[in-house]
């Protein structure tokens, strides 16, 4: 069965500082990738997919991740971070032809002024 | 543009007693909808999700079940409730991209 690690429960970090949050996933087949943000007191929203092609994908508000095929990851990251990143950010993958979407347990980032 | 809905937005209830959550997708056809729970440190747990009108799989055996009667709607029912059962549950639906899932506006539920 497919399954999503993600290794930071709570992350916290000064504005300007960079991030990367790791997510790694257990299954050998074709895989699509998403991170999804919660902003407080919000609903989850799609912060960036990788389907297929090139293995770095940008997604909203200046974030991007890689996807590593050999390494089963797909690690989250932001060159500098706003105090209006402060969310819960979780990794998330659907595989093969199934529909079934499988969520990591999620990081908690807070961004101090 | 689709819209998705979901109510009651918190409910108290009794232990032993029913459930019934609903969710609503307006705007679209034929979506993959889905029945998420939850729960601080544990990320999202998917219990339900299904490609089609009867057509449900379960993903955790519990006190829950689901259905879709129709094809934009998904209901989440218990017919006795455990204290295990609170939680904040979230209802989704795809559709062009697989997997690319838009949530409702959550329910809470407490069970006391």
């Known amino acids: 069965a497919q399954s999503v690690s993600q290794h930071n429960h709570h992350v916290i970090l000064s504005e300007a500082a960079s991030l990367e949050l790791g997510c790694n996933y257990s299954?050998?087949?074709?895989?699509?990738l998403f991170w999804y943000v919660q902003y407080p007191g919000q609903h989850l929203q799609l912060l960036l997919k990788?389907?297929?092609?090139?293995?770095l994908v940008k997604g909203i508000k200046g974030f991007e991740a890689e996807f590593i095929k050999s390494k089963f990851s797909f690690n989250l990251r932001k060159p500098s971070v706003q105090w209006s990143d402060t969310a819960e950010y979780f990794c998330?993958?659907?595989?093969?032809?199934?529909?079934?979407?499988?969520f990591g347990t999620g990081t908690k980032l807070q961004v101090i002024p | 543009s689709q819209t998705i809905h979901q109510w009651p937005a918190t409910l108290v209830q009794p232990v032993g007693s029913p459930l019934s959550l609903e969710c609503t997708v307006e705007?679209?056809?034929?979506?993959?909808l889905y029945w998420y729970r939850q729960a601080a440190g544990r990320g999202l747990q998917l219990l339900f999700y299904?490609?089609?009108?009867?057509?449900i799989s379960s993903e955790v055996p519990q006190n829950l079940s689901a259905s879709r009667p129709q094809d934009r709607q998904f209901i989440l029912s218990s017919k006795k409730l455990l204290l295990s059962d609170s939680g904040f549950y979230l209802c989704?639906?795809?559709?062009?991209?697989?997997?690319?899932?838009?949530f409702g506006e959550g329910s809470r539920l407490t069970v006391l």
């Open positions: 998330a993958v659907k595989t093969g032809g199934y529909q079934k979407v499988t």
């Open positions: 989704a639906w795809s559709f062009n991209q697989p997997g690319e899932l838009f």
């Open positions: 705007g679209t056809s034929n979506p993959n």
């Open positions: 299904s490609v089609g009108i009867g057509q």
């Open positions: 299954y050998g087949g074709t895989v699509n």
């Open positions: 990788y389907f297929s092609g090139d293995p």
